[in-house]
């Protein structure tokens, strides 16, 4: 299992356009991948998971992936997270 503390730069968080970008991102990879905020933890590679955490700017969020390819996957997609737009 690896996990990595990351803060969402983007301005409008993580809604529409930017949620599925980052859902098809995780998509790329064969790990379970997950998304927790405070005590929620959600599937990475789910929409409607994703959207319901409703992550706005600022929002600090750790990002869980278990699986062969799960140091790429967190890195991968904390990149995405720190981008002011995406």
């Known amino acids: 299992m690896y996990m990595q503390k990351s803060v969402v730069k983007c301005e409008s968080g993580l809604h529409n356009k930017q949620a599925t970008y980052f859902i098809q991102k995780a998509n790329e990879f064969k790990s379970s991948i ?17 959207l319901s955490m409703a992550i706005m700017q600022g929002t ?14 967190v890195q991968a997609l904390s990149e995405l997270l720190v981008k002011e737009i995406f």
């Open 60 to 73: 600090e969020v750790n990002l869980i992936a278990e699986g062969p390819d799960e140091e790429e996957a």
């Open 34 to 50: 997950w998304v927790e905020v405070d005590d929620r933890k959600i599937n990475a590679k789910s929409l409607l998971g994703v």
